[in-house]
């Protein structure tokens, strides 16, 4: 059987689509999109916000700059 993913965008969209598939009978699971960041994730953010304090970073326009330099 293939399965839905749906994504209201309100909180009233939310509940009229349970209210519908409770209506019908229809199994659902709810789960929420927020997932906890791993600890290898949280200790490559902390080390990439030293490097910015450090001033050891690029900006976006000095990457542009050398990209177009590249290409010619």
Avoid: H
């Amino acid at each position: 059987m293939e399965n839905l993913i749906i994504y209201p965008e309100t909180k009233k969209q939310l509940d009229i689509l349970k209210a519908l598939l409770e209506e019908m009978k229809i199994r659902f699971k709810s789960e929420t999109e927020v997932e906890e960041l791993q600890d290898w994730q949280k200790r490559l953010i902390a080390e990439g916000i030293e490097d910015i304090k450090a001033g050891r970073f690029t900006s976006a326009e000095e990457v542009s700059k050398k990209a177009r330099e590249c290409i010619g």
